[in-house]
């Protein structure tokens, strides 16, 4: 099977090495289909529960940091350019609505095109034309809300997960605040963030967070 087309779609907020790692797959399946460009639709939701920051800033962390890292280890993707579209961008009354962004994206495609959708669990259904492959996420299971309710937790634990990809301090920081702004993550979630750090940092004692 040869695809013309291959995409995700995902809120990223913030983007995790998870997300990283599943754009990492979209660069090899671009390879191995002869492709110069992958696509990346971002939700624009922002809220105090799920999503602390902006569409812009997501795509800012991507762009400036998570694809040059990928792209620095993975030499054959060099060439391949991954454009961002934000949901907000394609339909300014109803930003979060994505199916304005997919038609956007499909938009000139000849009969019989197949394309490939990648995703870490988000199922959609497409017609016939999209193949779905899952990627697995246990290979890198940070996932955006064990990454927030790390960010609840400690500021140092969530710079140290960011440290690998070259994010500074000050931006770290900018994330730490977003996620703070939100509401509490639930008991099971601080609970896996908790067992998280202390299996990363067994000699570190974690005390409850302070309420800003």
């Known amino acids: 099977m040869v695809y013309r087309l291959i995409f995700t779609i995902a809120r990223m907020n913030p983007p995790t090495p998870g997300h990283f790692e599943l754009i990492r797959k979209m660069f090899e399946e671009a390879i191995l289909h002869n492709?110069?460009?992958i696509h990346i639709i971002l939700s624009s939701k922002r809220d105090n529960i799920k999503?602390?920051?902006y569409a812009e800033e997501k795509k800012y962390i991507l762009e400036k940091y998570g694809i040059p890292w990928i792209k620095s280890r993975l030499k054959s993707a060099q060439d391949i350019e991954v454009e961002i579209l934000m949901s907000h961008e394609y339909n300014r009354y109803h930003p979060n609505d994505i199916w304005s962004t997919i038609r956007h994206l499909f938009k000139g495609r000849t009969k019989g095109d197949k394309v490939l959708f990648i995703t870490g669990d988000t199922m959609i259904p497409f017609d016939k034309s999209v193949d779905i492959l899952l990627y697995d996420r246990k290979k890198?299971?940070?996932s955006g809300t064990l990454l927030?309710?790390?960010?609840?937790?400690?500021?140092?634990?969530?710079?140290?997960?960011?440290?690998?990809?070259?994010?500074?301090?000050?931006?770290v920081y900018v994330i730490y605040r977003s996620i703070r702004s939100m509401n509490p993550p639930t008991e099971e979630n601080l609970k896996a963030a908790i067992e998280f750090i202390r299996e990363r940092y067994p000699l570190r004692k974690i005390c409850s967070p302070r309420q800003n």
């Open 148 to 171: 927030r309710s790390i960010g609840w937790l400690s500021l140092p634990s969530l710079s140290s997960i960011y440290q690998p990809f070259g994010l500074s301090q000050k931006e």
């Open 140 to 142: 890198n299971p940070i």
């Open 35 to 37: 492709l110069k460009k």
């Open 51 to 53: 999503n602390p920051l």
